[in-house]
């Protein structure tokens, strides 16, 4: 289970203003699939702004021209796709931005005096604290992120000057200690109360002379830690297994050249650049010739380069560790990225490439790829609510084969609705589909009740099983079908 604290407050706030809304009878019936996808889009988007905001502070504090950032987050397809959709990769991407900025704040450059550097520098401690747990509880990798920048906070003494040692370390992190305790307690509590694991019997209260005692231990044994629970079930071997495991080299090569492109590649030559420069003998005039067209084709962004380098690559290698790596577990990246790329947006060369490599994604990321699914959606919610005495005779079973988990929220479907069941096979093998279907046909609670009971089994499923499926023995028939769609699991 994951925490729901951050759905509550994004897709829960949406939903509640929808019903409100519904219930005011002024715009009439609008909940349906069409709102319940554009209104939690729609916060959504209004939160990527926030790391517009940041993308420009950081940029005034790294040295790096702002606007040329700014062009470069806005036009890559990485926000315009992945940004307005509620994935809780957003949410890690916006957490991060924020601790990038507040350790940059706390962090100052030397030209700053070494009194005012001592002064501002835990000023944002508590925030930094509450940022690092509300970002382990929404994903625990969060942490991976988080490792360059907090090593560099932490590793700060009183008079701002760096000291790597475990002592400097220690110390630093008691002043977080607080603000991390309570964030935690308040998630903990709030997942508790939402999956109900604070409600027990507590009758034995009332008679009991060690009634506070057994209730701390009831209390202590009923709370969960859910990124703890999330982090021990990716560990489980079976569940890498019903989730697809890649190779080891996925996030450095393809996923992190499909999501950002050039930039990756820009990245990949700063890099390359910094390691020659420091280690490099500069004796041999062709080897300095190389050098200067090296730095003319990709300049430094200034001297925090090295430190935007590993804000970058850190988390790729720490990601690329797990075996299950899908290209949006990297999107936050392209936060340091745009600001280690700005000063190559000024070659006109490197205009023409960002804008049509972002046209390419935007297409691909955003209307091929699982395309056909949330019309789909849309399609099954019309047919469910249609008003009709057919549809309130039926019972209805989904079946989801080789799909994403769906978002079930667009059928719109009551949780008193016990007429429509929804089964998610994921990548499974086509015999688990026809043993699916089998024992749904099979089932005694789906059989006719009385002489008007009926089922109907939908399965939804990619074009590029069709014949599998039809080759399975299965009796089927084409209802609908929506276009495009592109499956890359």
Known sequence: SRSVLFPLVTSGFSFTVLKTLHNSNLFGSIVNSYSLLVVPRFFMTCLSFLIDYVIYRLSRLWGANPWNALVLLSSSHVMLVFYTRTFSNVIEGALFALLLLLVAMDVKPATVTQHHRAQKKRNHKHLIGIVLISGFFNRPTFIGFALVPMLTWLSRDQGGKFRFNLKTIILNSFGI??????????????????????????????????????????????????????????????????????????????????????????????????????????AGSQKQQWENKLAAQFPAVSPFTGYIVLVYFVPLFILSVFSHQEARYISPLIIPLVILTAPKYELVRWKVVVVMFNVFGSVLFGCLHQGGLIPCLSYLEKTLHSNTPIVDQHKHNLVFYHTYMPPRYLLNIRKDQDSVRIIDLGGAEVSVLHKTVSELLDDVSFKHIGSDQDMNIYIVAPGTVQEVVKNSGLSLQTIASFFPHLSME
């Not at 903990?188 to 005692?213: K, M, P, Q």
């Not at 044994?221 to 071997?237: K, R, S």
């Open 177 to 282: 200690l607080s603000s991390m305790i309570a964030t935690s307690f308040i998630f903990i509590l709030t997942d508790a109360v939402y999956y109900g694991l604070l409600f027990f019997n507590s009758d034995w209260a009332l008679t009991d002379e060690n009634a506070i005692y057994k209730f701390i231990v009831k209390i202590s044994q009923h709370l969960v830690i859910t990124p703890v629970n999330l982090i021990m079930y990716n560990l489980d071997p079976k569940s890498l297994v019903a989730h697809g495991s890649h190779p080891w080299f996925t996030h450095l090569t393809v996923n992190s050249l499909m999501l950002f492109g050039v930039l990756h590649f820009s990245a990949v030559v700063t890099s390359i650049q910094m390691v020659t420069g420091k280690f490099a003998h500069k």
